[in-house]
């Protein structure tokens, strides 16, 4: 009751030109391309940026002039990081989020998820948008229907620009044999979808102990890595960031490496950036898919556990529209057919996956954050600045 009092006084105070913009874990991809854009075009000279991490010290730099980074709070204790965090709310303009939403309290605040992807796997039952949401990104026409009912939200809220991380998959900066230090033909990126959590080793949606597709053992990884050396590829595996790694750090492989989204901190690149300097994509029922499709480059797809997905969690859509364009790998060998022809430029599947790719991605020029931008500018009231 002292909350809700609280929160009524509050409200009387007017809006403040603010934006406040989520970044669990330190950052988001969609959340800090659109953070950049707006500095570059100088927004932080009439708007005040209030960043809310569960981790702020990993966003420490990015504190400058007009920009305030605060601790999300995770609990429902009141104390004063929780009535400041409230305080910056109910006065924003704008409320920008993709993972961990904020919930708005003053109905004059425009709240926009970016979201984190489009859904392949089943969303409705764990994970919603939540309904005082004004607006939401959605990556294509195709979408709409999908998002609407996986996401529960009215359709008239979703907006096609693209999503702002997907920017980062047309950056040819970062030298990912140079991040290895490795002279390989090749380099693929395994990412698997999120299967067993580091809490819970008796659980999960994937049966193999070590919660990666097709490798149940370490004899199977060491099959993989010995078809990765004799075709000269890197197969580099990034796990889920809550998937249980221990069972996989021990292993001894000089053509199969582990890395973590630490691995990406140290290095000071983000993932789709490092997604760009890769040759080929692994992964199963994870929306990096319908990103990955804008390089042009294969993808392959382990699907050993589509039937107990299917029961458990279930599917957003039809799961052969990502079979049409994919180089299925159900076993060790197939690995062999895979990493031959991707050293010998074989790619019968291109044209398909071009198909796929305009069907799922309305736009593939590289521009989607400033398009965000544009709009989010025609969102905001012509106030005096801060």
Not at 19 to 47: D, S
Not at 150 to 168: A, M, Q, S, W
Not at 171 to 180: A, I, N, P, S
Not at 227 to 247: F, G
Request: glycine residues 4%; contains cysteine.
């Amino acid at each position: 009751m002292l909350w809700k009092i609280l929160i009524a006084f509050l409200r009387f105070f007017r809006l403040q030109n603010a934006i406040v913009i989520e970044m669990e874990r330190g950052t988001r991809p969609n959340t800090e391309a659109v953070l950049r854009e707006m500095l570059a075009r100088k927004w932080n000279q009439k708007y005040l940026f209030v960043l809310v991490s569960d981790c702020p010290e990993k966003i420490a730099f990015l504190k400058a002039k007009h920009i305030k980074i605060i601790h999300q709070p995770v609990t429902a204790k009141i104390d004063w990081k929780r009535i400041k965090f409230t305080w910056y709310k109910l006065r924003a303009v704008l409320i920008l989020d993709e993972n961990r939403q904020l919930k708005k309290f003053n109905p004059s605040t425009v709240r926009v998820f970016l979201t984190h992807g489009s859904p392949a796997k089943s969303l409705k039952k764990y994970y919603n948008c939540r309904p005082d949401a004004d607006y939401m990104l959605n990556q294509s026409e195709f979408w709409k229907s999908v998002n609407a009912e996986e996401f529960v939200i009215d359709e008239k809220k979703l907006v096609t620009l693209g999503y702002p991380r997907n920017d980062g998959l047309f950056d040819r900066r970062v030298d990912v044999k140079g991040l290895f230090e490795t002279p390989c033909r090749k380099i693929v990126v395994w990412y698997p979808t999120y299967r067993q959590h580091s809490t819970d080793r008796s659980e999960g949606h994937y049966r193999g102990s070590m919660g990666i597709p097709v490798i149940h053992d370490e004899d199977t990884a060491l099959r993989i890595n010995d078809l990765a050396r004799k075709y000269d590829v890197l197969l580099v595996i990034k796990p889920h960031p809550s998937q249980d790694l221990s069972y996989i750090r021990n292993l001894s492989l000089d053509h199969i490496v582990f890395i973590d989204d630490d691995f990406l901190w140290d290095h000071g690149i983000q993932s789709y950036p490092f997604l760009a300097g890769t040759d080929a994509l692994i992964t199963d029922y994870s929306s990096v898919f319908f990103d990955y499709l804008l390089t042009q480059k294969p993808i392959a797809l382990t699907f050993e556990d589509y039937e107990l997905y299917a029961e458990q969690v279930g599917f957003a859509i039809d799961m052969d529209i990502m079979r049409s364009c994919s180089y299925m790998l159900d076993s060790a060998d197939d690995f062999d057919q895979f990493f031959r022809r991707l050293v010998e430029g074989d790619d019968p599947l291109r044209k398909k996956r071009e198909e796929i790719m305009r069907l799922t991605n309305q736009y593939t020029d590289g521009n989607s954050t400033q398009r965000v931008v544009d709009w989010l500018e025609t969102l905001l009231p012509r106030g005096k600045g801060k």
